[in-house]
């Protein structure tokens, strides 16, 4: 199995400030990795696929990159809607989750 | 359009029975994988199983393999996600989706949830 070990579990920050979140997979995985928000009681939202393509109507603010084991999600300028949670998700060899980071306001 | 719709909330004592839907449509049914995905009360995503509603093939967790039962009726477009026996653990919201695969990165929609509350 495939294991997705994502950091930080959890950020303070502020609005205007860049955030970067990152997964690291237990193997190579090339670019089969996105990104997903997920807001209180809502589905969660993909933002990036193929680690760094943008979803359509995802804002410009948000990009991904990486390939192979280390992804790394970045937000150029926290926006007031972006506080949310976001996880990563692999799917090379079957699907795994990255424990999640949560995004909140300092 | 695409949608997934799935069955509503419900409320079971531990040791019943359930089966939740997750019904498709606007796209081959056929032709994805569908999973069910477990999002326990202020915790994280984790994903259950999927199924190929194609053939039926059916590829799970370990975590969960035992436990609960993935199947689909491809005649409705319909995955369920089936338990024999629940415990109170299994109180979570689970989500069905239809995941990006390999092949089709650009794949994903996801059902609005169920509730599944297990309480004596």
């Known amino acids: 199995d495939i294991q997705m070990t994502q950091s930080p579990s959890s950020l303070s920050a502020s609005v205007g400030d860049r955030v970067t979140i990152t997964c690291r997979a237990s193997?190579?995985?090339?670019?089969?990795l996105g990104w997903y928000q997920q807001k209180p009681g809502k589905a969660p939202k993909r933002l990036i696929y193929?680690?760094?393509s943008l979803q359509s109507g995802v804002p410009s603010r948000f990009s991904g990159s990486g390939s192979g084991t280390e992804f790394t999600l970045t937000i150029s300028s926290l926006q007031p809607e972006d506080f949310a949670t976001y996880y990563c998700?692999?799917?090379?060899?079957?699907?795994?989750f990255g424990q999640g980071t949560k995004v909140e306001i300092k | 359009e695409v949608q997934l719709v799935q069955s509503g909330a419900e409320v079971k004592k531990p040791g019943e029975s359930l089966k939740i839907s997750c019904k498709a449509s606007?796209?081959?049914?056929?032709?994805?994988?569908i999973a069910w995905v477990r999002q326990m009360p202020g915790k994280g995503l984790e994903w259950m199983g999927s199924i190929y509603p194609g053939d039926s093939d059916t590829r799970g967790s370990p975590s969960f393999q035992g436990h609960v039962t993935i199947s689909a009726d491809k005649s409705i477009s319909t995955a369920y996600l089936q338990w024999s026996s629940l415990k109170a653990s299994d109180t979570a919201i689970y989500y069905c989706a239809s995941l990006p695969v390999y092949d089709k990165p650009w794949w994903d929609y996801w059902g609005q949830g169920t509730l599944v509350t297990v309480s004596s």
């Open positions: 193929a680690a760094s």
């Open positions: 606007g796209y081959s049914f056929t032709s994805y994988w």
């Open positions: 193997q190579g995985i090339r670019n089969d």
């Open positions: 998700l692999q799917h090379n060899n079957l699907w795994t």
